[in-house]
C-alpha cells in the first residue's frame, strides 16, 4: 500500500535542502546556494518554511562584517525525512523498481 | 517531481556533500607544516648566529601564524563554496584543539623547567596526525603519525641546536608530504 508523501518535502529545492542538510551536522546559506544552484530569494522562502515546520533550526550570525545564517536539521526533521524516504521506497517497491 | 526523480536527488545532494567536505582535507597539514618548519628555521639561525637562546620565544609565534594562515583559508573557502561541518570535521577539530593546547602548555612549562621540549612536541604532533588519518581513513597520514611519534627520540641523539633544525624536517615530512597528497586527491575526486 502506498504511504502518504510528506508535501513539505516533496518539493524539489526543500528535498535538496534537507538532503544536504541530513548528511552535515550544520552548513550555512551559501553553502545551500551553491549545492542548490537555486536563488537567494527562492532558498530563503523554503528554509523559513521547514523552520516554521520545525524540520530545520536557523540561526544568524556574521562572519567578519556580513551576516552568515547557519542552518541545522532537527530530530522532528530527520524523523520527516526518514519516514519521506519510507514513502518513496513503497512507491518503488510498488512499481518493481 | 515523481519518485525515482525525488531519490536520485536526495542522493546527488549526498554525495555532492561528502565531495566538497574531502576537497582541502590537506590545507590544514600544509598550513601547520609549513608554519613550524619555517619557525624552526627562524629559531635555529637566529640562535645560531647571535648565540642567544632567547630567540626560542619565538616558537610561540607558531599558534599566532598558523591561526592566521588557517584564518585565511577558511575565510577564503567560506566565501566561495559556504561552510559545512559534519561529525569527522568537527572530530578533527577538536583532536587539534587538544593538541594545540597540549602543546601550548607544555610549551609554557618549558620555559620555567628544562625538559626534551622538542620531543615532546613531535609525540604531540604525531598523535595529532595519526588520530586524524585514522578520522578520515587516510593510510598515509596514520603512517605519518606514528613515524612522528617514534621520532621523538631522534632529539635525544642530536646534540646542541642542530636537534630545531631536525624538528622542523621531521615537521616537514610528516605534516606537509601527506598534505600535499590528501590535496591532490582530493582535487582528482573532484574532477
Not at chain 1, 510528506?6 to 535538496?16: D, I
Not at chain 1, 536563488?39 to 520545525?54: R, Y
Not at chain 2, 576537497?23 to 648565540?51: H, P, Q
Not at chain 2, 587516510?138 to 631536525?166: A, D, H, R, T
Request: proline residues 2%; glycine residues 10%.
Amino acid at each position: 500500500m502506498f504511504k502518504e508523501l510528506n508535501p513539505l518535502l516533496h518539493s524539489e529545492l526543500r528535498l535538496g535542502i534537507m538532503s544536504i542538510l541530513i548528511s552535515v551536522e550544520e552548513a550555512d546559506f551559501v553553502y545551500i546556494r551553491e549545492k542548490t544552484g537555486a536563488t537567494a530569494g527562492n532558498i530563503s522562502v523554503q528554509i523559513d518554511k521547514l523552520s516554521e515546520a520545525g524540520y530545520i533550526e536557523v540561526s544568524k550570525g556574521f562572519l567578519g562584517k556580513r551576516t552568515r545564517t547557519v542552518c541545522k536539521i532537527t530530530e522532528k526533521g530527520v524523523n520527516a525525512f526518514e519516514e519521506y524516504v519510507e514513502a518513496l521506497k513503497s512507491y518503488l517497491d510498488i512499481k518493481g523498481l | 517531481m515523481n519518485e525515482e526523480a525525488s531519490l536520485e536527488l536526495i542522493s546527488q545532494m549526498i554525495r555532492n556533500t561528502r565531495r566538497k567536505l574531502e576537497d582541502g582535507n590537506g590545507i590544514s597539514f600544509l598550513v601547520w607544516g609549513y608554519t613550524t618548519f619555517v619557525i624552526s628555521l627562524a629559531v635555529y639561525f637566529s640562535i645560531k648566529a647571535t648565540g642567544d637562546y632567547h630567540y626560542n620565544f619565538l616558537w610561540f609565534l607558531t599558534p599566532v601564524l598558523g591561526s592566521i594562515g588557517m584564518s585565511i583559508f577558511k575565510r577564503n573557502k567560506t566565501k566561495h563554496g559556504g561552510h559545512a561541518m559534519n561529525f569527522i570535521d568537527r572530530t578533527i577539530r577538536n583532536i587539534w584543539m587538544v593538541i594545540g593546547i597540549a602543546a601550548f602548555l607544555t610549551s609554557v612549562g618549558a620555559s620555567f623547567v628544562r625538559f626534551p621540549i622538542l620531543s615532546v612536541m613531535l609525540l604531540l604532533l604525531g598523535i595529532g596526525t595519526a588520530l586524524t588519518g585514522l578520522t578520515i581513513k587516510f593510510k598515509l597520514v596514520v603512517i605519518s603519525g606514528f613515524i612522528g611519534m617514534l621520532s621523538c627520540v631522534v632529539p635525544f641523539f642530536i646534540n646542541g641546536y642542530e636537534q630545531i633544525l631536525v624538528f622542523g624536517v621531521i615537521c616537514l615530512i610528516m605534516m606537509v608530504i601527506p598534505g600535499h597528497i590528501l590535496n591532490y586527491q582530493g582535487r582528482r575526486k573532484n574532477v
